[in-house]
């Protein structure tokens, strides 16, 4: 770890110069206490870095959450082994892809009776109306999306399979995150504040305008995380075919690295953004993704109080996507994805290894705040285009 300044703390090696900028840009507020925690993994943002834990006092910046609120990882891991599953694992594949829409735009057709209970639940905990954001926003829950968001068949260390996958909030929680994020930037301009960056408005608590963030923010959370459980259940089912018998899940992880949450640090309550960045309060488990082709880590937090009880969500970017797209090639992520089951296409070369930090460097940054209990590798992946 380096101490950049009295209000920002580095954990990355790898780190490029416009965004430790960015970074002490967001450090400059007032209202920052004791100090932003950057993460292995960071990376340029939007306003605020990715890869960053941002605590603040009497303030929300909804940039500091993103637009993918509640975007995190679940994992199962079952009591099946490698030895266990047939070679020729394209029949899973495929089968996932069909049971879980990919992809920017795709949402289901019709709710499957364990989607229509969980929009039910979800429906009367709103106390808004999300359709104001997204009209089809039930169709959307257990969708995937497209970007780095993934669904894996993996193996540990012991040969054990989990079934993996990332996502959040979908289309719904982007318009929410981006409405609040023009919210605050026009109450500020109106104040006539300076910001080092328009993208770091912030809504003031006791205002209606950051209650209202809030309360949107949590449903949209709670919506990520229910997401991740019904896709969780459809791979589960198609696991279940492929492997022949059922699956009895020996451990389910559950995790947001893009969220707020109250915590208490360095002696007050604090408002808790992690944009990037996983719970790593002692004990607690999580999980951290390496890029497409890559090792995966189950972890375990240890509570490290000056990174605010947090570690890395993932490998970081290294590349720009449009800059991954020229630079590499789709022999070259053939090679990278040699041995694993994946849909072939150039539509993924933005999302090739080398477009993302070395996932081994970022852990061995993180070796002070998390403990790996698995190392997963890869046997199944799904995107969406």
Same mark, same amino acid.
């Given at each position: 770890?380096?101490?950049?300044?009295?209000?920002?703390?580095?954990?990355?090696?790898?780190?490029?110069?416009?965004?430790?900028?960015?970074?002490?840009?967001?450090?400059?507020? #007032?209202?920052?206490?004791?100090?932003?925690?950057?993460?292995?993994?960071?990376?340029?943002?939007?306003?605020?870095?990715?890869?960053?834990?941002?605590?603040?006092?009497?303030?929300?910046?909804?940039?500091?959450?993103?637009?993918?609120?509640?975007?995190?990882?679940?994992?199962?891991?079952?009591?099946?082994?490698?030895?266990?599953?047939?070679?020729? +694992?394209?029949?899973? +594949?495929?089968?996932?892809?069909?049971?879980?829409?990919?992809?920017?735009?795709?949402?289901?057709?019709?709710?499957?009776?364990?989607?229509?209970?969980?929009?039910?639940?979800?429906?009367?905990?709103?106390?808004?109306?999300?359709?104001?954001?997204?009209?089809?926003?039930?169709?959307?829950?257990?969708?995937?999306?497209?970007?780095?968001?993934?669904?894996?068949?993996?193996?540990?260390?012991?040969?054990?399979?989990?079934?993996?996958?990332?996502?959040?909030?979908?289309?719904?929680?982007?318009?929410?995150?981006?409405?609040?994020?023009?919210?605050?930037?026009?109450?500020?301009?109106? +104040?006539?504040?300076?910001?080092? *960056?328009?993208?770091?408005?912030?809504?003031?608590?006791?205002?209606?305008?950051?209650?209202?963030?809030?309360?949107?923010?949590?449903?949209?959370?709670?919506?990520?995380?229910?997401?991740?459980?019904?896709?969780?259940?459809?791979?589960?089912?198609?696991?279940?075919?492929?492997?022949?018998?059922?699956?009895?899940?020996?451990? +389910?992880?559950?995790?947001?690295?893009?969220?707020?949450?109250?915590?208490?640090?360095?002696?007050?309550?604090?408002?808790?953004?992690?944009?990037?960045?996983?719970?790593?309060?002692?004990?607690?488990?999580?999980?951290?993704?390496?890029?497409?082709?890559?090792?995966?880590?189950?972890?375990?937090?240890?509570?490290?109080?000056?990174?605010?009880?947090?570690?890395?969500?993932?490998?970081?970017?290294?590349?720009?996507?449009?800059?991954?797209?020229?630079?590499?090639?789709?022999?070259?992520?053939?090679?990278?994805?040699?041995?694993?089951?994946?849909?072939?296409?150039?539509?993924?070369?933005?999302?090739? #290894?080398?477009?993302?930090?070395?996932?081994?460097?970022?852990?061995? *940054?993180?070796? *002070?705040?998390?403990?790996?209990?698995?190392?997963?590798?890869?046997?199944?992946?799904?995107?969406?285009?």
């Amino acid at each position: 770890m380096r101490q950049i300044n009295e209000r920002l703390m580095n954990w990355a090696s790898i780190i490029g110069d416009e965004t430790l900028e960015q970074a002490e840009k967001a450090s400059r507020l #007032p209202f920052i206490h004791p100090h932003i925690a950057l993460m292995p993994d960071a990376h340029l943002g939007k306003g605020a870095t990715v890869g960053s834990v941002i605590p603040t006092l009497g303030a929300l910046i909804p940039a500091a959450v993103g637009v993918d609120i509640g975007c995190g990882m679940a994992a199962v891991r079952t009591q099946y082994k490698v030895e266990d599953l047939r070679p020729d +694992r394209s029949g899973l +594949r495929t089968s996932i892809e069909r049971a879980i829409p990919l992809s920017a735009g795709g949402y289901n057709r019709e709710l499957t009776d364990s989607a229509q209970r969980r929009v039910a639940r979800l429906e009367a905990a709103a106390d808004f109306d999300p359709a104001e954001y997204a009209k089809n926003w039930k169709l959307q829950l257990g969708s995937l999306g497209s970007g780095n968001h993934f669904i894996e068949v993996c193996a540990d260390e012991h040969g054990a399979i989990w079934l993996f996958l990332h996502s959040g909030s979908r289309g719904v929680g982007n318009r929410i995150a981006s409405h609040h994020i023009q919210v605050a930037r026009t109450l500020q301009e109106k +104040r006539g504040v300076e910001l080092p *960056d328009r993208d770091l408005a912030y809504l003031e608590e006791g205002t209606d305008e950051f209650d209202a963030y809030l309360r949107e923010l949590r449903w949209a959370q709670d919506f990520a995380l229910t997401n991740r459980d019904e896709m969780m259940d459809r791979v589960v089912a198609c696991f279940a075919e492929f492997a022949g018998g059922p699956v009895h899940e020996v451990e +389910r992880v559950q995790c947001h690295h893009n969220y707020t949450e109250q915590e208490t640090h360095y002696g007050k309550q604090v408002w808790l953004s992690r944009k990037g960045a996983i719970n790593a309060a002692a004990g607690v488990p999580g999980l951290i993704p390496g890029s497409m082709g890559d090792a995966s880590y189950v972890v375990v937090g240890k509570g490290n109080a000056a990174s605010l009880n947090s570690s890395p969500h993932g490998a970081g970017r290294a590349y720009s996507r449009s800059k991954a797209r020229k630079t590499f090639t789709r022999e070259q992520l053939r090679e990278a994805m040699k041995g694993i089951e994946y849909r072939d296409t150039d539509a993924f070369l933005d999302e090739i #290894p080398q477009a993302y930090k070395p996932i081994d460097v970022v852990m061995r *940054d993180a070796e *002070d705040l998390v403990t790996i209990r698995h190392t997963l590798r890869q046997l199944v992946n799904v995107k969406g285009d």
